[in-house]
């Protein structure tokens, strides 16, 4: 069991964190409108989505080993050459599963 003060500090504790989050949010959003919307600035914020999405899908593929790998160099080459994202992930997920299948 908690105690009542117990509680109330986990309360103000989510009630602090979610008031930080949606003030960074805030922030900026007020802050694009004063960015330059040409030159290297533009530049580095439409690169931005990609370079996050690196950051957080490549721990996991290397986590995976070499067969990680594999399945991402295949699913990448299978996108760029079909277009197709279902049968390039499909086929990355497959490779994957079977390599744990036969205890690589």
Do not use: H, Q
Request: aromatic letters at 10%; hydrophobic letters at 60%; a positive charge.
């Amino acid at each position: 069991m908690t105690s009542p003060d117990n509680s109330l500090a986990v309360f103000l504790a989510i009630a602090g964190a979610a008031l930080v989050t949606y003030a960074f949010r805030f922030g900026g959003l007020l802050l694009s409108e004063r960015l330059p919307s040409t030159g290297s600035v533009k530049d580095f914020m439409e690169a931005l989505p990609g370079t996050i999405l690196v950051a957080l899908v490549a721990p996991g593929i290397v986590a995976a080993g070499f067969w990680g790998c594999a399945a991402a160099l295949a699913t990448a080459l299978l996108a760029w050459r079909t277009r197709n994202i279902f049968v390039a992930m499909l086929s990355g997920m497959l490779i994957v599963a079977g390599a744990r299948y036969l205890g690589f």
